[in-house]
């Protein structure tokens, strides 16, 4: 199945600096890489995806990059904030695997003023 | 309005006890899953019905019996608990099966601490 592997596990910046996150899947067949946000408490919250057909994408201040070949993608949120502070999951999903999302194991991104 | 609720969101049992978990969508989705969340954050899937059909079954332990009356919702039953499935269990949905064509909508969660 598909194997998705996410670094680092913790991250701290200070605000206005910009955060990276990466990840890796192992499954070639993979399409679909969404980001998840979550915040304390509470269920993770789609933020940006990307679709295998697509190198970057970008939303404001997150953007995203795929590269197919290397079967890694990362998101970059530039000018961070302190309520950016949450956890943040990447994922990927193929057809072979009725399209279920498989995480990576999350990043806890900290964001001090 | 929620669009995914969860209930409850707290429970604390005994093991060896029976429980269950209610979710219901009320975005019009027709797929529904079952995820669960360990003490390290990792979010796993467990179950995925579309239009009340079972189309994903992880390698759960048959103790965990999902239960899809009307597409709207998807509860999940847990037998004889163990210490084990202590975690976070979310809910969520899709518009359809084929994930890649939009987002999860995830509930609240549902926290499940076996004593």
């Known amino acids: 199945g598909e194997n998705v592997e996410q670094h680092p596990s913790t991250l701290s910046v200070q605000e206005g600096d910009s955060a990276v996150i990466k990840c890796t899947y192992s499954d070639s067949a993979s399409n679909y890489f969404p980001w998840y946000k979550q915040e304390l408490g509470k269920g993770p919250q789609l933020i940006i995806d990307?679709?295998?057909?697509?190198g970057e994408k970008k939303d404001q201040r997150i953007a995203v990059t795929l590269n197919k070949t290397a079967k890694h993608f990362s998101l970059h949120i530039t000018e961070t904030q302190p309520e950016d502070s949450a956890v943040y999951f990447c994922a990927a999903s193929h057809p072979n695997s009725g399209y279920a999302l498989n995480f990576g194991k999350g990043t806890s991104l900290l964001v001090t003023p | 309005d929620t669009a995914v609720s969860q209930t409850p969101k707290y429970l604390v049992t005994q093991m060896g006890n029976d429980k269950s978990i209610k979710c219901e969508q009320n975005?019009?989705?027709?797929?529904m899953y079952w995820y669960k969340q360990d003490s390290k954050k990792f979010l796993k899937i467990m179950f995925s019905y579309n239009n009340k059909e079972l189309i994903i079954n992880e390698t759960v332990p048959n103790r965990f019996s999902p239960k899809s009356p009307d597409k709207a919702h998807l509860n999940l039953h847990i037998n004889s608990l163990e210490l084990g499935d202590s975690a976070v269990y979310f809910c969520a949905s899709s518009l359809s099966r084929t994930g890649n064509t939009g987002e999860l909508f995830f509930g609240e969660g549902s926290r499940l601490t076996v004593l």
């Open positions: 990307i679709r295998s057909n697509v």
């Open positions: 975005l019009g989705h027709d797929t």
